[in-house]
C-alpha cells in the first residue's frame, strides 16, 4: 500500500498506452495473481450530441471548453437549479439577476458575486465560475 504502481490523473487523456498492474490475490485457483489492465479510452464522436456531453461526462477536459453555457445547462437539468444554488450558498444573489440573465447566467453570475469572483469594473467572472461547478460536477461532488 501506498507505493506509486502506475499513473493516474483526474483528467481525461492521462493514459496514453496499455498499463497493467499484477494483483496478488489468495483465490480458490492456487493464488494465481490478478492481472488489472488500464488501456486509453475511445470516444466515438456519433454516440454523444455535444461536445457539451463530452465536458460534463468527463471526456474531454475542462480547460478545452470555449463557451460554458451548454455544459452548465446539462448539468442545471440533471442537479437542478434549486440544489445548486442551495450548495453554493448564492440563491441569495440569484434572485435578482433571473429574469434578466437567465438561469445559467444568473447561476454563475450569483456564484461570482459570492465569491467575490470579479473582472475589471467589477464584472462577475462568470467563467470562473463555471470552472467550478464543472469540476465540482465532475469529480462526482455530492449536491445534497
Known amino acids: 500500500w501506498g507505493a506509486k504502481k502506475v499513473s493516474m490523473s483526474r483528467q481525461p487523456g492521462k493514459t496514453k498506452h496499455l498499463q497493467t498492474l499484477e494483483l496478488i490475490t489468495e ?3 492456487g493464488g494465481n495473481p490478478i492481472q488489472l489492465c488500464d488501456c486509453p479510452g475511445l470516444v466515438f464522436p456519433t454516440a454523444v450530441r455535444s461536445k457539451a456531453d463530452l465536458v460534463v461526462s468527463g471526456t474531454v477536459p475542462i480547460d478545452y471548453l470555449r463557451d460554458y453555457r451548454p455544459s452548465i445547462d446539462l448539468i442545471i ?3 437542478g437549479l434549486d440544489k445548486l444554488l442551495e ?10 439577476n433571473f429574469r434578466r440573465l437567465g ?3 444568473a447561476l454563475l453570475s450569483a456564484y461570482a458575486v459570492r465569491y467575490k469572483k470579479f473582472l475589471k469594473l467589477g464584472v462577475p467572472d462568470e467563467y470562473a465560475a463555471a470552472r467550478v461547478v464543472l469540476r465540482d460536477y465532475c469529480i462526482g461532488r455530492k449536491w445534497e
Do not use: F, M, P, S
Request: charged residues 40%; aromatic residues 10%; proline residues 0%.
Open 27 to 29: 483465490d480458490k485457483a
Open 87 to 96: 450548495h453554493y450558498k448564492c440563491g441569495d444573489y440569484c434572485t435578482l
Open 77 to 79: 437539468e440533471k442537479v
Open 103 to 105: 438561469r445559467t447566467r
